[in-house]
């Protein structure tokens, strides 16, 4: 028995699940007061949809309404998905922001570069969760998949926090930045400890009316 408790995943931890959700509504109300400060209304709606959808995620979950959670799951990423894409295309491509990163030197360069994989991570990932996944069955069929592709965007977002630390702009900018970041890594492992379960429970359940059909046949 001790052997399989040390072998069962932290994402399967219902107290992992809470840190999570407290983690990213911790940073992602620090982050949003920032944005207060600079008068960004648009910003500022992005932070509050962050905040609502990590508690929304894991109350739903909580009590069971594992399709609202699914929802709250996809509409996370797709708004995630949106952010980036702003970022990287309209922010530092389209507005040619990127000549003050590069001006930065290496901690720049590799801003620039943790954001573009970020955004395309981000895009694998809602593909596979909804497209693919949810789409065909209702229930993550590749979680092994999911949980790699995620924990590698983990990486990326850490990446992220390291280079932002590094330019030279004002303090308030990198503090906002960063607890933007630290907020999304919350929410990443809230998702992944929501699908963790979700796929759990789904393997319980054919194996409940498995052996339901075998007591029926015998009977």
Known sequence: ?????????????????????????????????LRLREGDAFAVFESLTKLLAAGAMYLAFSFFKWDVAKGLMGGFLFSLMYQEAHLVLAQLWAAQDFDVYLVAGVQGSLYIAAAGMSFLMTVIITVNHFFINYATS???????????????KLFVYI??????????FASVILWRNALGYLSDIGLLLLLVSVEAQMYTFSVLRKELLKQKRERGKKA
Request: with cysteine; aromatic share 8%; hydrophobic share 55%.
């Open 1 to 33: 028995m001790n052997g399989k408790k040390k072998r069962e995943s932290i994402f399967l931890s219902e107290r992992f699940m809470q840190a999570a959700c407290i983690f990213a509504i911790a940073t992602g109300l620090a982050s949003m007061i």
């Open 138 to 152: 209702g229930n993550p069929k590749d979680v092994i998949f999911n949980r790699m592709a995620i924990l590698f």
């Open 159 to 168: 990446l992220l926090v390291a280079a932002n630390s590094g330019l030279g």
